[in-house]
């Protein structure tokens, strides 16, 4: 039977800081403005986009650069390097939030996030451009974040060639991005593929999970203004394959998955709000994990904040980080 154990802090870092929190409110918030049509399609709301940032700059902590993956299906790795690199780095795989429905490895949060992420770590970050719901239903992201991990095992990039330790590799995701890095941790647990990439661990901030019946603090969150129940079920309707309720594998996996199925998973971080709808179902999960699966579980869902708090306010993306750092170190110590 695996552990349950709090993560504690470590030293801050001088990575840049998160863009400043939006005034937000159900009625501003990005979920709210997702547009569905009559035939089905969605119009999404703009969100800034940043190119990436090949070239060292005065207070940038890291570099970026972006590489093909499936040119057919419009997907790429945004990859970050610190700057200056170490010698040898453990590779994040990181997959970004939006309900699967909005949002991109490019939107400008998500960009600066994982620019800070690689700096504090450190490691070289690989960021996903996955496709979207509806036009791609689940589990077309899990296809895609599958795909990246092949491309991690036989990649020929100069950063990865150069700085990237393969048998220290590492899922990482915030929200619906967590909800990735755990169905591509299992799926990369049954691979066939050789094992220069050795899969240490699964790094799953405020995983996004649902279900038919309503937890606390969900039935709470009417009015919340980052994830207002209303948006969370529309993003859960527009996401899951056609016809699926929210006790669906994908969107509850703690009821619909057998405990067997978790067997051979990695350690898992898994961390949190207090102040997210989605935090109770966050805590069953981590226990079901443990208790269920016998996975090792360091479990952190007593941070202060909100939903998404991390990509808007310096010190949640500082808790975050720490945990990130321990838990690599952790596992470092039990290779």
């Given at each position: 039977m695996g552990d349950i154990t709090p993560a504690t802090g470590g030293a801050s870092s001088s990575c840049p800081a998160p863009p400043t929190p939006p005034q937000l409110t159900k009625e501003n918030n990005l979920f709210m403005q997702i547009k569905v049509h009559p035939d089905g399609t969605v119009t999404r709301p703009e969100v800034p986009a940043v190119p990436a940032t090949p070239d060292?700059?005065?207070?940038?902590?890291?570099?970026?650069?972006?590489?093909?993956?499936?040119?057919?299906?419009?997907?790429?790795?945004?990859?970050y390097l610190p700057s200056p690199p170490p010698a040898r780095l453990p590779v994040v795989l990181y997959f970004h939030g939006g309900g699967f429905v909005i949002l991109s490895a490019a939107s400008v949060?998500?960009?600066?996030?994982?620019?800070?992420?690689?700096?504090?770590?450190?490691?070289?970050?690989?960021?996903?451009?996955y496709r979207l719901a509806p036009e791609h239903r689940l589990p077309a992201a899990y296809d895609d974040a599958a795909a990246a991990i092949a491309w991690l095992r036989g990649a020929r990039d100069?950063?990865?060639?150069?700085?990237?330790?393969?048998?220290?590799?590492?899922?990482m995701g915030s929200s619906s991005g967590a909800n990735m890095a755990f169905f591509a941790g299992l799926r990369d647990r049954d691979s066939a593929a050789p094992a220069a990439l050795r899969l240490r661990g699964l790094l799953l901030h405020q995983p996004y999970l649902g279900g038919v019946e309503r937890t606390a603090s969900e039935a709470r969150s009417e009015d919340d203004p980052m994830?207002?129940?209303?948006?969370?079920?529309?993003?859960?309707?527009?996401?899951?394959?056609?016809?699926?309720?929210?006790?669906?594998?994908?969107?509850?996996?703690?009821?619909?998955l057998p405990p067997d199925a978790l067997g051979g998973?990695?350690?898992?971080?898994?961390?949190?709000?207090?102040?997210?709808?989605?935090?109770?179902?966050?805590?069953?999960?981590?226990?079901?994990?443990?208790?269920?699966?016998?996975?090792?579980?360091?479990?952190?869902?007593d941070h202060?904040?909100?939903?998404?708090?991390?990509?808007?306010?310096p010190e949640r993306a500082q808790e975050i980080f720490a945990a990130v750092r321990e838990f690599l170190s952790e596992c470092a110590d039990d290779a």
């Open positions: 060292p700059a005065p207070g940038r902590g890291a570099v970026s650069r972006d590489v093909p993956l499936d040119a057919a299906r419009g997907t790429y790795l945004r990859l949060f998500y960009h600066a996030h994982c620019e800070a992420l690689a700096a504090a770590a450190p490691a070289l970050v690989a960021s996903l451009e100069p950063w990865v060639a150069r700085h990237a330790d393969l048998a220290r590799c590492f899922l994830l207002p129940l209303e948006a969370s079920d529309r993003l859960w309707s527009l996401a899951l394959p056609a016809g699926a309720d929210r006790d669906h594998e994908f969107c509850n996996p703690a009821r619909a998973l990695p350690r898992c971080l898994v961390t949190g709000n207090r102040g997210d709808p989605l935090v109770d179902r966050q805590r069953h999960f981590a226990r079901w994990l443990r208790d269920q699966g016998g996975v090792h579980v360091v479990a952190r869902t202060d904040g909100f939903h998404a708090s991390e990509l808007f306010v």
